[in-house]
């Protein structure tokens, strides 16, 4: 079946715009993550979603960043203002729901979106 | 705070022959798992290997296996046999029981040479 897919891959803009990421996950998987990784670094997590709810945000590194999942499936990171520190690769990851309450499945990723800000 | 430290940026290895990749990481829980991810140039990330902390023994998947230092807080890859298809980026990864949150380690470059 298909993976986690993540459109742009590639998305160019200038500072100062807003730009929108957009990442379906495997279908039927009720968990979804997305993580920044910076050239060279490894990934860091930004946000968690358990179906339409955000779980734990506590990645987000101000409030120009935002994320929403309106209908538990497909998601959208949202970065407003873009500055030139937001160039970075953005990773979505999802995974099913596990059978024990609280439980966390395999995370698979997608191929991600780079993010160039000039 | 949790952190994932790997000491190696690179590192290279003949065909077939086995190379060790280093991980440590420091955490106060006591109920964790641990991930190895390798990232080839594609940029998807691809799950190697998993240890949840509780258990005594190491995983072993095919040619990968760990070898887990719970007191010492280490967790080393160790991939066998060595294949030109192992070139990629590894990362060693930490999780908290019971959250979604993955915290990585910068990452080993991995050359596999013919």
């Known amino acids: 079946g298909a993976g986690v897919s993540q459109t742009p891959s590639n998305k160019v803009t200038e500072k100062g715009k807003y730009v929108e990421l957009r990442c379906d996950p495997i279908?039927?998987?009720?968990?979804l993550y997305w993580y920044r990784q910076s050239l060279g670094q490894g990934p860091e997590f930004l946000i968690y979603f358990q179906g339409t709810g955000a779980a734990d945000d506590s990645g987000l590194p101000n409030d120009r960043f935002f994320a929403v999942r309106p209908e538990g499936s497909v998601s959208t990171l949202k970065i407003q203002r873009t500055e030139r520190g937001d160039s970075a690769v953005y990773l979505c990851?999802?995974?099913?729901?596990?059978?024990?309450?609280?439980?966390?499945?395999?995370?698979?990723f997608g191929p991600g979106t780079r993010l160039t800000v000039l | 705070a949790q952190t994932v430290t790997q000491s190696q940026p690179e590192m290279s290895v003949q065909e077939a022959e086995t190379v060790t990749l280093s991980c440590t990481y420091d955490t106060s829980e006591n109920n964790y798992y641990l991930f190895w991810y390798k990232q080839p140039p594609s940029r998807q990330m691809i799950l190697v290997i998993r240890q949840e902390a509780y258990k005594q023994q190491n995983a072993t998947e095919n040619r990968f296996s760990v070898n887990f230092q719970k007191a010492a807080k280490s967790f080393s890859l160790k991939i066998s046999d060595s294949q030109l298809g192992d070139t990629a980026m590894y990362f060693c990864?930490?999780?908290?029981?019971?959250?979604?949150?993955?915290?990585f380690g910068q990452g080993t470059t991995l050359q596999v040479k013919p």
């Open positions: 990851a999802s995974s099913s729901q596990p059978r024990l309450a609280g439980g966390h499945n395999e995370q698979f």
């Open positions: 990864a930490f999780q908290i029981r019971n959250t979604g949150k993955l915290i």
């Open positions: 279908s039927g998987h009720t968990a």
